[in-house]
């Protein structure tokens, strides 16, 4: 996880946001172009990401709902005001998956990937705020401009059942020493289907390893029968539009 100690007027956030800050050093560890993420390095270490107004609320309710199963961080406070969403996390002890200490061992990496969603898999669905993910995902293809015909996949009908976290890429998995500490940026997730995180994980393998070869290490500690490549084709060609 990328940290760069910056200078940051802390009087531009709102005021009960700005207590948290305690004079520490503030670190950009932003991701995205879409909202920008601080580190803040104080007693406690938090988080703060801030993003365009309405764009924040489902990773917030997400991490509510993954932190009462003990695989998120604890939502210290959600702020939205006219023009954005603040949303305040404890940091969560360990190292994302792309960094130096996981990363330098793919093959042990790959096998924790897999073992990692599958518990997210087993999740209870009881409480989880966003069912119905398959749909609002094709309806995005949709919106994006794909002709609806080329989503109907003969041999394939999504099956929401089971708790996906909708971005499943080895820089939103926080571990130490392998061991999971908890799901970050989980704002696509909700009651989806498998095989769309199955696509991701294979993705981000793909990606962030430059290589194909640990693919079948993570799907067999997944769960390798449980997997659709049917499923993960049709995600692919959602994904491939909205991209």
């Not at 995902?137 to 394939?156: F, K, M, T, V, W």
């Not at 990606?207 to 997944?222: G, K, P, S, V, W």
Request: net charge negative; charged share 25%.
């Amino acid at each position: 996880m990328r940290k760069t100690l910056i200078t940051y007027d802390t009087s531009q956030l709102p005021i009960s946001l700005q207590s948290y800050m305690n004079d520490a050093p503030i670190y950009d560890s932003s991701s995205s172009e879409n909202a920008r993420t601080l580190f803040i390095d104080g007693a406690p270490s938090l988080f703060l990401k801030i993003s365009a107004k309405g764009t924040l609320e489902r990773e917030y309710r997400m991490t509510e709902f993954l932190h009462a199963h003990q695989m998120a961080p604890r939502v210290i406070k959600y702020i939205s005001d006219d023009t954005h969403d603040y949303l305040l996390t404890a940091a969560v002890q360990g190292a994302d998956g792309v960094d130096r200490h996981h990363i330098n061992d793919p093959e042990q990496l790959a096998a924790a990937f897999g073992r990692h969603l599958r518990r997210l898999h087993e999740l209870p669905l009881t409480g989880c705020p966003y069912p119905g993910r398959s749909a609002e995902i094709r309806q995005e293809a949709i919106d994006s401009g794909i002709p609806a015909s080329l989503l109907e996949e003969p041999n394939y009908v999504p099956i929401d059942n089971v708790i996906i976290h909708g971005d499943y890429c080895l820089p939103n998995v926080i571990m130490e020493n392998y061991h999971l500490r908890g799901f970050i940026d989980s704002g696509y997730g909700g009651i989806g289907d498998r095989n769309y995180d199955i696509y991701w994980g294979l993705w981000t393998l793909k990606y962030n390893l430059d290589t194909e070869q640990y693919h079948d290490i993570f799907m067999e500690a997944y769960g390798k029968d449980d997997v659709n490549m049917d499923g993960v084709h049709y995600f692919s060609q959602l994904v491939d539009w909205t991209e």
